[in-house]
């Protein structure tokens, strides 16, 4: 049933409640019905004109009945605001923060990262920079061959801290590094006054090394300091064991090679190396035998009795025993000074010279010494006879003396006339049919078949002595001849056998 003063209302569904009516005195019970959640929404700015819900005035009206199932959702003020289903579970304190945007953030990280490159290849374009001036710097007194001031430039360009590497000049700044290194230890022992350690170092520094500004520079330094005059300082042992390398190259100047050498050769001598100094003697003679230095050398030699020992070092090179005086002058000073300490090896080396230099120019000097070497050791023998003076037995004239001497025995005879004017060394041959002698034997000279030999000497005061070289178990003899001029003498000397 309706009411006329309804009519036209429609009704509320779900409920068969009247809507509220006008508000009266009657006072209204009110039931509680269920309770909505309350949401609260994020507050936003409204016109000033238009006052919020929760400003505007609640009509009062009087509270019917209803049942909580058929209260329609959110309550009678009508369907409630969709929330966000996240936000359904309960009540929120406060107001949601903003989310971030994703895009943001990765702008963000984006924008970092191109800084953070940006930098670099900014570090990277100075670094390089600076390398490139270091290395300039370097590059410069590299080619000066000034490796001291080098090392420090191409260190500032290879330690420089950098994030990438750009370019080849750190790979070049360490490869010419590389090569001062060597050089400048070098250059250090020259600026220090150490020329043959100098020497050394630089040859060193040459060897299996490309051409560069520093082996130019190391060649010149070598020849600068073989051009200087104090050789004999420079050539050590050291720097003598360069010189195939130095000849190979041809960094010894001309005008002093000869010098070099001969300087090297000593030094060799003086340490006892004997085999590379006569090695090193014969480059001297070989490449520079008519220079002045190589004339010298040979005369230093030749007084050096210290080649007494080393003869065979001469005899055994080519170079050394065809040059001219040198060997025939060794066996004259090794015989001379050997004569008061070892008379046989004395005469060993006087008998070699005769044999192999005669006609020399020192011939006389040998045979002089040699006559006196084997007078010394004829007298040294205490069963040697001494035959005291000469007889005489005419006087042919003229101005020399002729000495007749026959010898008696079956073996050759050496007669040695030693002091005179002009000392002689003559062998007498055998007589096949003339048996030696005794002690106790026969003294009377069978001259009709001894065998003669007559020599014209010039007068004077000698020693005699002789003896029979093939046959060491003879006994020799010795005496004092005063020879005059114009006089003859004879002698007749048979072998004496020493007792058994």
Avoid at 102 to 127: E, F, H, T
Wanted: include cysteine; aromatic fraction near 6%.
């Amino acid at each position: 049933m309706t009411n006329d003063d309804d009519a036209g209302v429609p009704d509320c569904p779900g409920t068969d409640a009247p809507m509220p009516g006008p508000a009266s005195d009657t006072p209204v019970i009110e039931t509680p019905a269920a309770e909505a959640p309350v949401i609260e929404l994020p507050v936003t700015e409204m016109p000033a004109a238009e006052p919020s819900l929760a400003e505007a005035p609640m009509a009062t009206a009087p509270m019917m009945e209803t049942s909580a199932a058929a209260m329609p959702a959110g309550g009678p003020l009508g369907p409630a605001p969709v929330a966000d289903p996240a936000m359904a579970e309960g009540p929120v304190f406060g107001a949601p923060a903003p989310r971030r945007s994703r895009r943001k953030l990765w702008l963000a990280l984006a924008g970092a990262v191109l800084a953070v490159v940006l930098i670099a290849v900014g570090y990277s374009v100075v670094r390089l920079l600076l390398d490139n001036s270091a290395y300039h710097d370097g590059h410069e007194a590299y080619r000066q061959a000034d490796c001291a001031a080098a090392v420090g430039r191409f260190d500032a360009a290879i330690s420089g801290w950098r994030l990438v590497t750009l370019g080849d000049t750190v790979t070049r700044a360490e490869t010419e590094k590389a090569e001062c290194l060597p050089f400048r230890d070098a250059a250090d022992q020259e600026r220090a006054g150490n020329g043959s350690g100098a020497v050394v170092s630089y040859v060193r520094f040459l060897s299996g090394r490309p051409e560069s500004p520093l082996t130019q520079a190391a060649q010149n330094r070598i020849t600068g300091l073989l051009g200087r005059s104090d050789l004999a300082a420079l050539a050590t042992i050291d720097s003598c064991g360069t010189l195939p390398a130095l000849r190979e190259r041809k960094l010894i100047p001309p005008a002093t090679a000869p010098a070099f050498h001969a300087a090297c050769g000593t030094a060799y001598a003086n340490k006892g190396d004997w085999a590379q100094a006569a090695k090193t003697y014969a480059l001297l003679f070989t490449d520079f035998a008519q220079d002045k230095v190589a004339a010298d050398t040979e005369t230093a030699m030749i007084a050096d009795t210290n080649w007494c020992i080393q003869l065979d070092k001469i005899r055994n090179d080519a170079v050394l025993a065809a040059r001219g005086d040198l060997l025939p002058g060794l066996l004259l000073t090794c015989a001379k000074s050997f004569a008061t300490s070892a008379v046989t090896t004395a005469i060993e080396d006087a008998e070699e010279f005769l044999r192999k230099f005669p006609g020399h120019r020192l011939t006389g000097e040998m045979t002089a010494t040699f006559a006196q070497l084997l007078n010394q050791q004829t007298r040294a023998d205490t069963e040697a006879k001494d035959f005291g003076g000469i007889e005489q037995i005419g006087s042919p004239g003229g101005d020399k003396a002729v000495i007749m001497i026959y010898n008696d025995s079956p073996e050759i005879m050496r007669v040695a006339l030693a002091g005179g004017p002009e000392p002689r060394v003559e062998e007498i041959a055998a007589c096949p049919n003339c048996p030696a002698n005794t002690t106790g034997g026969r003294t009377i000279c069978r001259e009709n078949i001894a065998t003669l030999k007559r020599l014209v000497l010039p007068p004077g005061e000698y020693d005699f002595s002789s003896d029979h070289p093939q046959d060491p178990a003879t006994i020799g003899s010795y005496g004092h001849w005063s020879l005059k001029p114009g006089k003859q003498y004879f002698i007749c000397i048979g072998i004496t056998k020493a007792t058994p």
